[in-house]
Nanobody
Framework: QVQLVESGGGSVQAGGSLRLSCAGSGIIYDNCMGWFRQAPGKEREGVAGINPRTGRTYYADSVKGRFTISTDNAKNTVYLQMNSLKPEDTAMYYC???????????????????WGQGTQVTVSS
């Protein structure tokens, strides 16, 4: 059974930083991993994706240069380091895993089969 558990969310002021963690179990950890977010009244959107085998990363334009996705394969954990946070980054953040072995790890929700429960990030101005 696949399980993804996020942690690290919280409330920060604009310009601050947070690091989200996602611990996975029951998955093939060579598969693509991604971070997504959903603000109230909006659709879920991709933030970042990573190919754990190659280390190649993919980012939404809105977070490039501010967010960094990384993995610790020994711990089956994926991280999202978020710097220079803005109020518009406020959302529930979800970790996701691809159920297939793909080389291209997009930020499209349709690529990912397994999802965590989410962790809330709130950025105040």
């Amino acid at each position: 059974q696949v399980q993804l558990v996020e942690s690290g969310g919280g409330s920060v002021q604009a310009g601050g930083s947070l690091r989200l963690s996602c611990a996975g179990s029951g998955i093939i950890y060579d598969n693509c991993m991604g971070w997504f977010r959903q603000a109230p009244g909006k659709e879920r959107e991709g933030v970042a994706g990573i190919n754990p085998r190659t280390g190649r990363t993919y980012y939404a334009d809105s977070v490039k240069g501010r967010f960094t996705i990384s993995t610790d394969n020994a711990k089956n954990t994926v991280y999202l380091q978020m710097n220079s946070l803005k109020p518009e980054d406020t959302a529930m953040y979800y970790c996701a895993a691809d159920g297939r072995l793909n080389n291209y790890c997009s930020t499209q929700t349709s690529q990912y089969n397994y999802w965590g429960q989410g962790t809330q990030v709130t950025v105040s101005s």
